[in-house]
């Protein structure tokens, strides 16, 4: 796992095998060099760099996430770490201003933290009811709405405007196999996941464009009889607009 600081020429990674996650100094791209290491709990499987400060989330294989503090790279210092997870911590995200932390874990759950204070991080949600392991987690530009890839082939988007009461915005369905990746385009209008099978899909994440795509090609609008005749007693809403 490489993870790359946002505004730094610092690189943090993993390798298979042990718990070491090296910091390397990348101010010279052509003799990069590491700077500092540090031992996560068990295997880290996923790293996440705070947007603004010097701080990397890391989701081990023991089911903990943890905050480690970079502002001196040649000796990092834990910071916090959390847990809950009935199994291994697969992803990690910080969201927005940074203020938010998601993890997901193979036990099918997400967990939402408060880290305003990065020492003392309060848990804000527990998402369950996922149908299987959630590989990955991407908060979109604006950080309020969070995506999860899952091994079921499905790609859930929460809004969560506010952690605490979060809600379903969407589940995307038309992956064959897990989505082992899905993240928001820059602009957060659409959606790119992908899988095993060697595809990627693109979804279109606002309504309007779709409807009007599909206003400009199905030929005959519904007319009011054939609305009353499939939907009784609702009013008549042209499905495309005013067509008269």
Not at 54 to 70: F, N, P, Q
Request: net charge negative; proline share 8%.
């Amino acid at each position: 796992m490489v993870e790359f600081a946002p505004d730094r020429p610092v690189v943090a990674v993993t390798a298979t095998g042990d718990a070491k996650v090296a910091i390397v100094g990348a101010s010279d791209l052509a003799a990069p060099r590491v700077v500092g290491t540090f031992e996560a709990d068990n295997y880290p499987y996923m790293l996440s760099w705070h947007p603004t400060a010097d701080i990397v989330a890391v989701a081990s294989a023991g089911g903990l996430v943890e905050l480690w503090d970079l502002s001196d790279p040649t000796d990092p210092t834990r910071i916090s770490e959390s847990s809950g997870f009935e199994s291994q911590a697969q992803t990690v995200a910080f969201g927005g201003d940074g203020t938010i932390l998601a993890a997901a874990s193979a036990d099918r759950s997400v967990r939402l933290w408060d880290v305003a204070d990065p020492a003392v991080p309060r848990e804000l949600a527990w998402i369950t009811g996922r149908a299987d392991a959630v590989y990955s987690l991407h908060f979109s530009p604006g950080g309020d709405r969070l995506t999860a890839g899952v091994g079921d082939g499905a790609a859930w988007i929460w809004d969560v405007t506010r952690p605490d009461s979060h809600t379903t915005h969407a589940v995307l369905t038309a992956c064959g196999s897990r989505v082992c990746d899905a993240t928001f385009a820059h602009d957060g209008a659409v959606l790119v996941g992908g899988g095993p099978d060697r595809s990627v899909r693109l979804w279109q994440l606002d309504p309007e464009p779709v409807a009007a795509t599909l206003c400009s090609t199905v030929g005959t609008p519904v007319t009011e009889d054939e609305w009353e005749r499939r939907l009784p007693g609702v009013p008549f809403r042209p499905p495309c607009g005013d067509t008269a």
